[in-house]
């Protein structure tokens, strides 16, 4: 199963300050309901962003200033909470393609690699002079350049970490490791078979 | 080298080495329920893949099951179609399902363990990220994504990066009153939100050692919420009566066999861990918490943190953030704010011994006017259970409303959800913002014994000093 190999992210950003933005944040609960991720990008940070009575708040990504970012910068934590895939479909399907943050939650950062979404990390000092950039210029485009651990905006830059493996994936397109998965399944009977709970 | 059940179990599935250096673990276990699982199978239908090993894939429904009527169709069409998407899945691929009204169905982490499927030694993956339950059986249990989900239900596998092990001992005596929860809550506490990130908890000590398996499963139960993707405690004489003629333990020789490969998967005496950490049972005592996040945690007799209280900038933002959500003064005590909803249940604390407990100190009681009171069993075993020992109408006389069995107002899929600000005294497992069905609904997580003494009181109160608990009646 060939994946495109994921060497670097252009976009446009939006910063979405606070630590520990968690899952039910991200996409509430109540809008789990589905047997399809179709149409989850609707109700991304859903609770943050309306009022009660369904009226937009102020927030980011109802501001039009940012509308088509493609890369969400955040704080510590990021994506904390459950692992329902819904909150990665959600920033998905609403057309982000990277997360920049301090830290991630390991189960949401596992399930946005195999998307294909980078999440990486910088610095507390790197990411506020980012988000200053984005709120003087929401324009200014970023480019995460996976390969080299780098993130390059304007005349500026600075480094990230990603994960080893998370990063050869990228690069290597197996960031979806079914292929690989597949491909084991002689090894996966070997394995099963000195294991008598897997039983006939 | 000496190792860890941790080490020993993840070599035992380790089927080989991915080319982005994770590993390929074989999942001995996929227990799947209605939320997670039908995009996984729209995937393989999409790939023209098979369910694998359908006779070590398990199903049940808990999420979206309403707990008043479960006469069907459910008023909520989009849980019918959740419903009826997974007894088709099930169907077609021949994987078993506990259905509602089968006398099986209940929380997934209720049902694995009652019926046996969940084992020592074993990995067990579900789409649920409160999987670690399952640890308090010496099993290695993750909570996964839908995508990995696909990726167990085609190979039976998934990708997977080693963690490093933990070691947690609580040792010593609890006092009166201080329940599993109080201790989860309180490693919680100590060791932060995203403490655990990358690590496997290993649970032990004294205190362990004496905990029921129920107490076990609560703790692990949690561990997601200290950050670490898996939790476990090692198996011994309490587990194997535990999983004793469950239906699907192992039976006559086999249980046999299986209980001495069993005990010797347990982390072997000075094998090497990643870390330590050692806390005295002395030192905890009935908590909950205060904020927006399970480590927002305060001994009920505490006071509300104030911002000037924070170590540095992120943790004061993070105070205000939680003091505004939960419109709560700084530096009050939390003992005294009044309560709207108590809800007794959920994966962390909907079992027989959770009930059992409760109904021993509310008999007689009353639940106090103007609370709204439900008491939600995990499973229709573990309904059947109270039913038969008379514990539902030990609730339902107090004034708790005792409903069918489901995740209920945990997470409020279904239609228990708390409203406008209210704020609920819960046994669950997550104070996020939201997280109960209303976006600024209040969450208050607590033992189910804290909860009975919030009902019948009305406020946040100390359940030792409510039910009158000394330590002759420990």
Redesign the interface.
């Known amino acids: 199963m060939p994946l495109d190999k994921i060497t670097s992210v252009v976009a446009r950003g939006v910063h979405v300050p606070g630590s520990d933005i968690d899952t039910d944040r991200i996409i509430p609960a109540r809008f789990m309901k589905c047997v399809t991720f179709d149409g989850l990008g609707q109700y991304l940070f859903y609770d943050t962003r309306h009022e009660m009575d369904g009226t937009l708040k102020e927030h980011p990504l109802n501001d039009p200033r940012f509308t088509g970012a493609g890369i969400i910068v955040a704080g510590i934590n990021f994506g904390c909470g459950s692992s329902r895939e819904h909150a990665p479909q959600a920033i998905h399907k609403a057309g982000f393609k990277a997360v920049i943050a301090q830290s991630f939650a390991e189960i949401f950062f596992g399930n946005c690699a195999t998307l294909g979404i980078p999440c990486v990390m910088a610095t507390a000092g790197d990411i506020e002079v980012l988000a200053e950039a984005i709120e003087a210029d929401p324009s200014v485009e970023i480019t995460i350049d996976v390969e080299k651990c780098e993130v390059r905006y304007g005349d500026k830059s600075f480094s990230v970490t990603i994960p080893d493996t998370a990063r050869e994936a990228f690069l290597a397109g197996t960031w979806d490791p079914i292929g690989e998965l597949l491909d084991g399944a002689d090894a996966v009977t070997a394995t099963a078979s000195h294991l008598p709970y897997m039983g006939a | 080298m000496s190792q860890s059940l941790f080490e020993k179990v993840w070599e ?5 080495k ?5 590993t ?1 673990l ?1 999942i ?2 996929h227990l799947i329920h209605e ?2 699982s ?2 996984a199978f ?1 995937m393989l239908r999409n ?1 023209g ?1 098979k369910v ?2 359908p ?2 894939t398990f199903a049940t429904v808990d999420h ?1 099951v309403p707990t008043k009527s479960q006469t069907e169709p459910f008023a ?1 069409k ?2 019918q ?2 419903i009826q ?1 997974l007894r088709e899945n099930c169907k077609e691929a021949g994987i078993k399902f506990f259905d509602i009204g089968s006398g099986g169905q209940g929380i997934v982490h209720v049902v694995g363990p009652e019926q046996g499927i969940t ?1 020592p030694g ?1 990995t067990i993956a579900c ?3 409160h ?1 670690a339950t399952h640890g308090a059986f010496g099993a290695i249990a993750f ?6 989900i ?2 167990v239900l ?6 997977l ?1 080693k963690l490093k092990v933990r070691r947690i001992n609580v040792d010593g005596d609890l006092m009166p009153g201080v329940y599993a929860k109080d201790v989860i809550l309180h490693i919680i506490k100590l060791l932060g ?2 403490g655990g ?2 690590y496997a908890y290993e649970y032990g000590g004294s205190v362990f050692d004496n905990f029921s398996i129920e107490e076990r499963m609560t703790v692990c139960n949690m561990s ?1 919420e200290g ?1 670490a ?1 898996c939790g476990y405690v090692n198996p011994d004489e309490k587990t194997f009566a535990y999983l004793k003629d469950r239906p699907y333990s ?1 039976k006559g020789t ?1 249980w046999d ?2 209980v001495a ?1 069993w005990k010797a998967l347990a982390s072997e005496p000075g094998c090497p861990y990643d870390d330590v950490v050692n806390i005295r049972a002395e030192e905890v005592a009935p908590s909950v918490t205060w904020g927006i ?1 399970p480590d927002h945690g305060i001994f009920v007799n505490e006071r509300i943190p104030t911002p000037e209280s924070a170590a540095n900038d ?1 943790e004061r ?2 105070i205000v ?1 939680a003091l505004e959500y939960m419109k709560f003064q700084p530096g009050t005590r939390i003992a005294g704010t009044p309560v709207d909803v108590c809800f007794i249940g959920s994966c962390t604390n909907g079992r027989l011994s959770d009930f059992r407990e409760v109904a021993k100190y509310l008999k007689g009681r009353k639940v106090a006017q103007g609370v709204t009171a439900i008491a939600v069993p995990g499973s229709e075993i573990v309904d059947h259970l109270c039913r038969q020992e008379g514990i539902d109408k030990v609730f339902s006389e107090a004034g708790f409303e005792w409903r069918h069995a489901g995740c209920s107002m945990c ?3 279904n239609p228990d959800k708390l409203i406008g600000d209210q704020l609920c005294a819960s046994s669950s497992n ?1 104070n ?4 109960q ?1 209303s ?2 609904g209040r969450t208050v997580l607590m033992s189910p014994v804290m909860v009975a003494a919030a009902a019948v009181t009305g406020t946040i109160s100390d359940a030792r000093e409510v039910f009158e608990m000394n330590s002759d009646a420990a």
């Open positions: 035992a599935h380790a089927v080989k991915l080319s982005n250096g994770q390929q074989l001995g276990t939320v997670t039908p995009q729209g790939l893949l694998k090993y006779h070590r979206i909520d989009l849980a179609e959740m998407a084992q074993t789409g649920d990220s999987t909570g996964i994504g839908t995508t990995q696909r990726d085609a190979t039976q596998t998934m990708a990066s939100a995203k990130i990358g997601i950050g993707r192992p086999e066999a299986a490969r996040s992120d933002d993070s953030e997470l409020a899929m997550r996020f913002k939201g997280r069905g976006p600024i």
